[in-house]
Structures are given as C-alpha cells and as structure tokens.
C-alpha cells in the first residue's frame, strides 16, 4: 500500500508541475498582452467607411496599405500611424510564392520601418562579415536555444583560438587618453561581439527547406525559440 501511495504522490506532483508550467506560460502571453500599448483606431475606421484608396508611390488600389510599398495609403495619414523602434534590425526573407496581401511581414515593415528589411528570395543579404552579430530563428535539428545563441556570438569572437572571451577593463568615459607605457606587456583583449540582428523566415513550412538551405544563411547560428515570435504572428495576424 505505502509504495502504491508514494507512485500515487509521484503523479500528482507531476501533473501539479505541468500545470504551474502550463499556467505560468499563459499568465506570461496573458500579461505580454496587457502590457501593450494600444493606439487608437480611430484613423482605421475612418479609411475603411471610406473604401480602397491608392498608394501614393504606385497609385495601386488598396485598403489601409500599400503591401508593396510598404506605406499607408491616401486616406490613412502617416502622421497617425505609431512608429515602433526596435532594439534589434530585422531581416525577414519571404518566399517569391507568398502572398504579399497575406503576408504579415509587410505589418512589421510598416510599424518599424527603420529597422525592418524585407527581402524576396532568392535576394538574400551577405551575412559572412556580420555571423557574429546575427541569428537566424528557425527551428532545426541543429538549432540551439536563444540563450546559448547570445553566448555562442559574445564568445565567437576569440573561438578560433579557442580562449575564452572576457570583456576589456573598463575605463571612466572622461579618460580617454591614458599613458601606454604603463600598458606595455598586457595583451589587448578582442572586442566581445554582441546581437544586432535577427532573420525571420517568412514562407509555408514546405517552402522553408529551399531558403534555409541557403548557402549565404550556413554560416548563421540558427536558434529555435520561436514561442514569442509565434505568439505575436498568431495575435497580429
């Protein structure tokens, strides 16, 4: 009886975990929810009582925005539209077959647009000189967590020879001039790298495989915590 009791406990403590687990995720998409700041409608439901207007680049017929322009239309002044600044540039590589009036690339082109570049393949930037600033998020057999991504470029820096990366010895910002002599001997630590640049996939899962066997995107750390970045497409889209 005691060891079916202790099996019986077992479960339970199991189930219990899974359940604060699955709470806790919910409560975080919950507050993530919450937590943004809304902007007003009011200028969106003006456009739409006033039907498709044209784009002011290529005078196309569309309703609220241009999709390949990637600008409001006539009706929808620019003014009233919210301007994100993102802490990161945003690289997103859409299939020639995705439909741009579908794709939800274009909304995050059109809300940050200073550091958001969409690209249609096969038009992939060179990413051989910046690998140790960028990660592409995709989920893959090789592919690492977001976490081990940022320790992966902050080391990748002194890899090659294979020593570890430690950050230089920090100087007040009003000496900058400093007598050398006092430095001779000391070996010059390498500059740590840091992200400043995440590539999104913007495809269907069967047309995936031809861009991310990409030769210009092997070099890239891929990560495969997409559950932020799956929850904002499922919430926006």
């Known amino acids: 009886m005691s060891h079916e009791?202790?099996?019986?406990?077992?479960?339970?403590?199991?189930h219990s975990s899974s359940f604060e687990r699955f709470h806790d995720g919910t409560s975080l998409e919950n507050?993530?929810?919450q937590n943004l700041k809304l902007s007003s409608q009011r200028v969106l439901e003006i456009a739409q009582k006033k039907g498709r207007s044209k784009c002011p680049k290529c005078n196309s017929s569309r309703m609220f925005y241009c999709y390949t322009c990637?600008?409001?239309v006539e009706s929808v002044p620019s003014d009233e539209i919210p301007?994100?600044?993102?802490?990161l540039?945003?690289?997103i590589i859409k299939h020639p077959n995705e439909t741009d009036g579908k794709s939800t690339a274009v909304h995050a082109k059109l809300l940050a647009h200073e550091d958001v570049t969409v690209y249609t393949y096969p038009?992939?930037?060179?990413y051989q000189d910046q690998k140790h600033e960028v990660v592409l998020v995709f989920p893959g057999p090789d592919s690492v967590s977001l976490s081990d991504s940022l320790l992966y470029i902050r080391g990748s820096g002194d890899m090659q020879n294979d020593s570890s990366c430690e950050p230089s010895l920090k100087r007040p910002k009003c000496?900058?001039?400093?007598?050398?002599?006092?430095?001779?001997?000391?070996?010059?630590?390498k500059p740590m790298h840091f992200l400043k640049k995440l590539i999104f996939i913007d495809s269907t899962w069967n047309q995936t495989n031809k861009i991310i066997s990409d030769e210009r995107l092997q070099d890239v750390p891929d990560s495969r915590d997409l559950k932020k970045t799956m929850?904002?497409?499922?919430?926006f889209s």
Request: hydrophobic share 25%; net charge positive.
């Open 123 to 126: 038009c992939v930037p060179q």
């Open 70 to 72: 990637f600008v409001p």
């Open 83 to 87: 301007v994100v600044k993102l802490p």
């Open 89 to 91: 540039k945003i690289d």
């Open 31 to 33: 507050n993530l929810l």
């Open 5 to 14: 009791k202790s099996e019986s406990c077992l479960q339970e403590k199991k």
């Open 175 to 189: 000496s900058q001039q400093y007598d050398k002599s006092k430095n001779e001997g000391v070996e010059e630590k």
């Open 231 to 235: 929850l904002h497409k499922r919430t």
